[in-house]
């Protein structure tokens, strides 16, 4: 009787070798990135139990296969239509590959289940969270602070303070979700989502919409910066302040995040037509209506969502400020 031959496991050993690395380094690979949070964190354990598990299964199976394919090949001398011995039935293999999956899916449901409550993260009665109510809109984040504040596309939440974002949607189905921080949550139309956690450490964290939410989805991302506590406190109020009294920066914030997404930061035109130098820019009253309407016409090209919904009256006002000051001119002709 010949051996099988070593070559094609020792090539196929070596190719998972070389290629192991490479899947484990970082973003690059299958690692999800390091979470900034304790629950995010708890995310990751569950994914690598679940990744070990499956790829011990794939390596269980996958030998088998290769194993087989070489030990039961078709030898010299053996005529091509010759069949294997026919084998029916076997109780003890049939029992140990109907219980061991079920087993392997059970102990990853009871894992799941065990880690629910610290991935959920509920605040506790002495917790405090900073509560920020979170609308997602075609094709941006409206964040609303306790204090009155609105900012367009950036959180700022305190370090190690819980944070709880209440999530809603004033159209389609959109989903929040910055990896570095947690899982993700969608923002549904009627309904009021919770997500909570609490930042373990200062810095920028980027996200992105991760629900297909119409044409201009991909740039529907978001950003949040975790900043110490009193830091946030003299934003807050340093904002409460100017966003009362329109001297904040929140007029070019809503330009950029709401219009420029679709009519170009210098109003010039992307997606949406050229509206810098527009008429209508400079008439207050039918501007609002606009806003709040969009437009629903039945040429595919001409549909604005009715974007300004749920803006506090000031925001309007910092936006119309704002066009005024910078988009009142049609931009120059590029040259060439
Ligand atoms: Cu909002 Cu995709």
Not at 57 to 81: C, H, I, M, N, Q
Request: glycine share 10%; aromatic share 8%; with cysteine.
């Amino acid at each position: 009787m010949s051996r099988p031959k070593l070559a094609p496991l020792l090539a196929l050993l070596a190719l998972g070798l070389i290629l192991v690395p490479g899947a484990l380094a970082g973003n690059g690979g299958i690692a999800p990135p390091d979470s900034a949070t304790a629950n995010g964190s708890d995310i990751n354990e569950l994914y690598w139990i679940v990744i070990g598990i499956t790829a011990a299964v794939f390596l269980v199976v996958e030998s088998a296969l290769v194993w087989f394919l070489v030990r039961f090949r078709r030898r010299p001398g053996t005529a091509f239509d010759e069949d294997g011995p026919q084998i029916h039935g076997n109780t003890r293999l049939e029992l140990l590959w109907t219980a061991v999956p079920l087993l392997i899916l059970v102990a990853i449901m009871v894992v799941t289940i065990v880690k629910v409550p610290s991935v959920e993260a509920k605040p506790g009665p002495g917790d405090d969270p900073l509560v920020v109510r979170v609308e997602a809109h075609q094709f941006y984040w409206e964040y609303h602070y306790p204090n009155g504040v609105v900012a367009v596309d950036r959180l700022r939440v305190p370090v190690d303070r819980p944070v709880q974002l209440v999530l809603v949607s004033v159209d389609v189905a959109h989903s929040w979700w910055v990896p570095a921080l947690t899982g993700k949550r969608d923002a549904i139309p009627g309904r009021t989502n919770r997500l909570n956690f609490t930042a373990r450490r200062t810095g920028t964290f980027r996200g992105q919409c991760a629900e297909f939410c119409g044409v201009q989805h991909a740039v529907m991302r978001t950003r949040v910066d975790v900043v110490p506590a009193a830091e946030l406190d003299a934003w807050l109020a340093e904002q409460a302040r100017a966003q009362a009294a329109g001297t904040s920066g929140l007029g070019r914030e809503t330009w950029e995040g709401v219009c420029a997404k679709c009519h170009g930061l210098d109003g010039s035109g992307d997606i949406g037509p050229q509206i810098a130098g527009n008429a209508q820019l400079t008439d207050a009253t039918g501007l609002a209506q606009l806003l709040a309407d969009g437009k629903d016409s039945s040429q595919v090209s001409g549909y604005m969502p009715p974007v300004s919904e749920g803006w506090p009256e000031r925001q309007f006002q910092a936006l119309f400020d704002y066009l005024a000051g910078n988009l009142s001119t049609a931009p120059a002709q590029q040259g060439g």
